[in-house]
């Protein structure tokens, strides 16, 4: 039921902008992407554009290989370090350019998993140029618009892509780590996962050679990093 109304809210902010940008999380953008919302742009047969955020966390020859693949506009920013905002900036423009020759404004979006980023981009695009409630007549949900140049603006409000799988919500990075009372059982998926997608990953980051478990495997974390208790 909440997940119905969650999504609800997604339809709407769709319906409300001209314009939709996915925020993900460049660690994971597969994980943080998300198929259903990426389908309800398509139908709605407005553009989408893909924010990879918090790219400080990945290196930079990664990032640009996941974006030459794209088949979606793609842009890699960090918003923490106000690092591309100026080309996230430029490639807005660009996909609204043709909105803006048909009906003179365009109205953006952010839509995005729980903690990608998303109110760090808003404040970030907000800048010096916030104003208050935009001069747009019939804006009257009590949401206010930023502006982002004259024709430009963006919703102020985000949508949130729901989720209600707690071990999901850990592994995409939506939840504080150090609040979560039951680690084990996400660890233990997460590290799952990485086995079924690159495998070699668990030797480059932690040099463990061999191993039979995901138990096993994050044993052996714990003891390299010191952390078993006994
Ligand atoms: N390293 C890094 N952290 C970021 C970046 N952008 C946001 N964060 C952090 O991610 C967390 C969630 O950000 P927030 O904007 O609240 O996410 P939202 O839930 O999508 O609105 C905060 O601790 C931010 O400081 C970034 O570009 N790099
Ligand atoms: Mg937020």
Redesign the pocket.
């Known amino acids: 039921m909440k997940q119905k109304k969650a999504w609800r809210v997604v339809k709407e902010v769709i319906d409300e902008a001209d314009l939709i940008v996915e ?1 993900v999380d ?1 660690r994971d953008p597969i994980g943080t992407r998300n198929r259903k919302l990426e389908k309800l742009v398509q139908e709605s047969g407005k553009p989408l554009l893909i924010v990879m ?5 990945v290196p930079k020859e990664w990032a640009e290989e996941y974006k030459r693949r794209s088949d979606i506009p793609l842009v890699f ?5 106000r ?1 591309g905002t100026g080309i996230l900036r430029k490639e807005i423009k660009k996909l609204a350019k043709p909105i803006l020759e048909e009906q003179g404004k365009v109205k953006v979006a ?1 839509i ?12 970030t695009l907000k800048g010096k140029r916030a104003v208050g409630t935009a001069p747009i007549p019939g804006y009257t949900k009590g949401k206010q618009l930023i502006r982002l140049s004259k024709r430009i603006w963006l919703l102020d409000s ?1 949508g ?1 892509v729901p989720i209600d799988d707690f071990d999901e919500l850990v592994i995409k ?2 939840f504080p780590a150090d609040k979560i009372e039951e680690p084990v059982k996400p660890a233990l998926k997460l590290i799952g996962r990485i086995l079924e997608t690159r495998r070699e990953a668990i030797t480059e980051k932690f040099g463990i050679k061999e191993f039979e478990s995901e138990e096993e495997i994050l044993r052996k974390i714990g003891e390299r990093r010191g952390l078993i208790k006994s």
């Open positions: 925020v460049a955020n918090k790219a400080d966390l920013i960090s918003a923490r370090e690092k952010l995005g998993y729980p903690n990608v980023g998303k109110s760090t981009i808003i404040n985000p949130v990075g939506g």
